[in-house]
């Protein structure tokens, strides 16, 4: 009958990633690891991903809840980088039928849609960059509206808003009372008080 192969990939936020465990032959997201901060600001040291203690931490999650589940570390991984690694287990009828439990954080899920890979040229965490680099150095110079910010960065406000969310998620961003003198139906956002303790 032969067996059934999950191999783990890379999904990448604009702030946070997570490592996912998918089948051979299609790209579905089976099982996935807690996730985990991959940005690296200016005034953060680099840190390549695989020395980053909460990248590791979630893929050994992962790695944990695939074996608590019945699955077999594969001699031969999935890829070249350090986190592509595979998985096997005798095949049987329906793909992860019982839903296995929560463990250490990461969570088995029947088949569905996996967020596409980037596992292009890898940047390793290294630079902010991208949307939220620039959300993050247009709230540098004080509070702005929603419409400004989306203006600031040059992107579309949905784009703004999903790169805001995760920024905000991540501590990095937080709601602002309207500054003196401006309109109080717009919702304004400003870095977080931590992050202006640091830059300063």
Known sequence: MGDEVLSVALWRGYVTG???????????????SPSFRIVRWPWESPVALDRNPDAVGALEALQEALVEAGWERSSADAGSRWYQLSFRQPLRRGFLTPRPPKVNGARFHLAEPAAP????????????????????AALESGPLASSELS???????????????ELELAGLVQQAAPPAGRSRRATYWQLSAERRAASR
Do not use: K
Request: charge should be positive.
């Open 18 to 32: 997570q490592f996912y465990a998918r089948p051979a032959d299609r790209d579905v997201a089976v099982a996935r």
């Open 117 to 136: 890979t980037v596992d292009g040229p890898p940047t390793n965490g290294h630079a902010p960059g991208g949307v939220a680099g620039a959300i993050v």
């Open 151 to 165: 203006s600031r960065v040059g992107r579309p406000s949905g784009v703004v808003r999903v790169a805001r969310r």
